[in-house]
């Protein structure tokens, strides 16, 4: 009962604000709009027991990318006057195309009740009192099975940092 | 605890609203955070999943994601500073430099 209240609070929460975001013409009012919606789905994480992921949404998303994704807002000029954000067309388009995925997903969910077995809705949970310690089980995963993605993902991280101060450093005329 | 579907239901919908930024906005800063709503939503499903079979693995994916977040984020932040210092503009449909 109270998991359900949690999870109706956050989730109303982080969809209201990621359609403010998508609408609001203000770049520093889209950016809070979606701090918003990412801290609600921290508190998601929180309500499936993922205390470490909880954790890492919090200081990575919104302590980490939303900075800069400020800072570049404040350094880019952006109060150039935009006559129209969508014209009617593109918005149409995009109005169907939202509404087919969403009718073809919730026919999928409805016919996966009919899957022989558990189907792909399980409707029994692994029980909450027999969870392993979050942080201890996922670190046993992330440096155990999955140690070689992990070390792939600190290469792709420094390929990124080299790059995006390549790209953002400023020209010279040496060659 | 509740039926997986309504986390189902929830990632759906973020996801298909971002994708509703993507395909409408104009200023690149607010498509470039639209796609992390997209990821965020990727998310929910993983971390969903990874509860209800008791099996960390979809946590450890969830990372990875992040991980890469910020590795897009800042590469297309990059370009951004980038293109403005050269064209002073951020809306998606100025950029035309590769179009002949």
New interface residues.
């Given amino acids: 009962m109270l998991?359900?209240l949690v999870?109706y609070f956050f989730?109303s929460i982080?969809?209201v604000s990621?359609?403010l975001?998508?609408t609001r013409r203000n770049?520093i009012h889209?950016?809070v709009f979606?701090i918003t919606?990412?801290l609600s789905?921290a508190g998601?994480?929180l309500q499936?027991?993922?205390e470490?992921?909880f954790i890492?949404?919090i200081i990575?998303?919104v302590g980490?990318?939303m900075v800069?994704?400020i800072f570049?807002?404040m350094?880019?000029?952006?109060d150039?006057a935009?006559p129209r954000?969508?014209s009617p067309r593109?918005?149409w388009?995009?109005?169907s195309?939202?509404l087919i995925?969403?009718l073809e997903?919730i026919i999928i969910?409805l016919m996966s009740r009919k899957i022989p077995g558990q189907g792909l809705?399980?409707?029994n949970?692994?029980p909450?009192d027999?969870?392993p310690p979050?942080t201890e089980?996922?670190a046993?995963?992330?440096f155990g099975?999955?140690l070689l993605?992990f070390e792939i993902?600190s290469v792709?991280?420094l390929?990124?940092?080299i790059?995006?101060?390549?790209?953002?450093k400023?020209r010279t005329d040496a060659p | 605890?509740?039926?997986?579907?309504?986390?189902?239901?929830?990632s759906?919908?973020?996801l298909?609203?971002?994708?509703?930024?993507v395909?409408?906005?104009?200023?690149v800063?607010?498509v470039?955070?639209?796609i992390?709503?997209i990821l965020?939503a990727v998310?929910?499903n993983l971390?969903?999943?990874?509860?209800?079979?008791?099996d960390?693995?979809g946590?450890?994916f969830?990372?990875?994601i992040?991980?890469?977040?910020?590795?897009?984020?800042?590469?297309g932040?990059?370009?951004?500073?980038?293109f403005?210092?050269n064209r002073?503009?951020?809306?998606a449909d100025e950029m035309d430099l590769l179009k002949w």
């Fill in positions: 998991d359900s999870f989730a982080a969809v990621a359609m975001m998508v770049a889209s950016a979606l919606a990412l789905t998601i994480f499936l027991r993922a470490f992921l890492a949404q990575l998303y980490g990318i800069l994704f570049v807002i350094l880019v000029r952006l150039v935009l954000i969508l593109r918005k388009v995009a109005i195309v939202a995925v969403f997903a969910v809705l399980v409707s949970p692994y909450s027999k969870l979050n089980d996922l046993n995963s992330l099975l999955y993605p993902a792709l991280l390929v990124a940092m790059g995006s101060v390549v790209m953002a400023k | 605890m509740m039926p997986i579907g309504h986390y189902i239901f929830l759906l919908t973020l298909v609203v971002g994708a509703i930024g395909v409408t906005r104009r200023n800063i607010i470039l955070m639209s992390e709503l965020n998310n929910i971390v969903a999943f990874s509860r209800y079979y008791g960390a693995a946590q450890v969830a990372l990875f992040i991980a890469d977040a910020a590795a897009e984020a800042a590469v932040l990059g370009i951004m500073i980038a403005f210092r002073e503009t951020v809306l």
